[in-house]
């Protein structure tokens, strides 16, 4: 693995990248970086590699071609499905623990995403959107320099989406840190986005939300009206929403 120079503001970068399962390219020849202060959106339809292209770059599934980290990289990582077991004693303050942070970098990271009253509750009986809030706590207390974030708003009530996505930028700003993130919720995520990849195995393309948006490719994967429906809603979607859901213009 190559290691980049301390100042470069790169953090991950991956070459020719590409996965095979059961004889065939999952992700194929993937060309992919993500800077400091950068929140970067995978999209793509079911199927398209998101989630195993988020594997791969962790190390975490074996993976063809080059990834290449800046030195002491420290990741925080919400997975698209955190199994739980309903017969397992475990309170999220403990769970918290366990993704190796401190006491009080834990209790930190739990205040910062409005759910310090979730600290002794049962990890098995909370809701799907408190597991997502719990989940997005535990990357951060990390204080990383990459957040990734696969589906991170699964459960997540339509009302406080918006508001969630805009607390990642906040948190993009305040830990100075780099996002990849995939969602489905293109609407809400393309506010928030710096960069955005379209990928279907292999990218498909990649730059701005509103150049990625008229792209020939994106149509080509999502359909000419969604790509209507996005221009027009990139267009006029210039109020912020706050941790409720309501927006303010």
Known sequence: ???????????????HLTVFADGRAIVEDVHLSVHKGEIVVLIG??????TTLLRALQGLIPSRGSVTKRPE??????PQIFARDPSLP???????????????????????????QLAEAQVATLS???????????AVARKPDLLILD??????????????????????????????????DLHIVMAEATRVICLNRHIC????PEAVIRSPEFARQFGDRAARELALYTHVHN???DISGHSHG
Do not use: F, W
Request: charged residues 20%.
């Open 239 to 241: 109020h912020t929403h």
């Open 73 to 78: 990289l420290r990741t925080g990582y919400v």
């Open 90 to 116: 475990l309170t999220v303050r403990r769970l918290m623990r366990l993704g190796g942070a401190s006491q009080s970098d834990a209790d930190a990271a739990l205040a910062r995403i409005g759910i310090a």
């Open 1 to 15: 693995m190559t290691i980049l120079v301390q100042s470069d503001p790169c953090l991950i970068q991956a070459d």
């Open 205 to 208: 393309c990649e730059g701005t």
């Open 151 to 184: 589906e991170p708003l699964a459960g997540v009530d339509v009302q406080g989406e918006a508001a969630l996505y805009h607390l990642i930028a906040e948190l993009r700003d305040e830990l100075g840190c780099g996002v990849l993130l995939v969602s489905h």
């Open 45 to 50: 339809p079911n199927g398209s590699g998101k």
């Open 128 to 138: 799907g959107g408190e597991m997502a809030r719990v989940l997005l706590a535990r």
